[in-house]
């Protein structure tokens, strides 16, 4: 079991340096990871400023030298693929390879998401998802899809990581058609609605999957070992918007104690 820390990019202390200087912090208190979330007005509360997340992560990049770093999640269905495509391969460059991008169909809050059903959403997410593997491999992509479409296009520069950066899929790991988009990828990273997700949730979804070959559950909440013995392997700790001193003093209490 990995554990990792969750922020959003809001308020005094969460621009670029302040969260640069939070994931050394991160680092240095024995965490495994450091991710944050993508918004660009916090749930949807101008109260406080929100920073762009994409440019705090490359300041945590350069700050960090050994956790994980990523996006829990990026709502892919606001952005466009090929410039999600560009960006995730930066990051996994000036991190040498610690890039994860987690990625959902984003929040009904969030005023600058297209205003669409779900479903609608969902097919962007996935063709979205479609188009930015194909990219990272370097070759010419020609897509006529329902959503986007580019005609050989290629984005030369390729990941660090092999064969890609892994993709984690949020949303609610209740539905059936989030659980089928989370198998398809590398790892989960989503939640239960109405309830906190369980260890034996952690383990139908590996059921259902067959087979763990580096697949990645990201969980939290709940007691870690028991989400370990389910075979789930990150735990994390989701800290809110709070003053610099609790937040850096819960950082540096450290993971829970195995």
Known sequence: MRYSVTVGAVGAGRDPRGLAELARVVEES?????????????????????????????????????????????PLPRRSPWTVAA???????????????????????????????????????????????????????????????????????????????PVWVGGDLLVPAVRRRILRWDGSCAYTSGRGITPDDVRRLLAERGSADGFEVKVSGGDPVAFAEAGATWWGRWIPPLPVAETVAIVRDGPPRR
Not at 41 to 60: I, K, R
Not at 103 to 126: C, K, N, Y
Not at 134 to 145: A, C, L
């Open 87 to 165: 960006e995730a391969v930066a990051l996994d460059h000036l991190s040498e390879g610690r890039f994860v991008l987690g990625v959902g169909i984003g929040d009904p809050g969030d005023p600058f998401m297209p205003r669409q059903p779900p479903r609608v959403l969902a097919e962007m997410l996935d063709e979205g998802l479609e188009l930015i593997d194909r990219f990272w491999t370097g070759e010419p992509v020609t897509h006529r899809g329902k959503h986007y479409q580019v005609e050989n296009v290629q984005l030369t520069a390729r990941p660090v990581q092999e064969p890609r950066i």
């Open 30 to 74: 024995g965490w495994d990871g450091m991710f944050l979330e993508d918004y660009l007005v916090y749930q949807g509360d101008a109260s406080e400023p929100t920073w762009d997340p994409w440019v705090c992560l490359a300041a945590m990049a350069v700050a960090t030298s050994r956790i994980r770093i990523g996006m829990t999640v990026t």
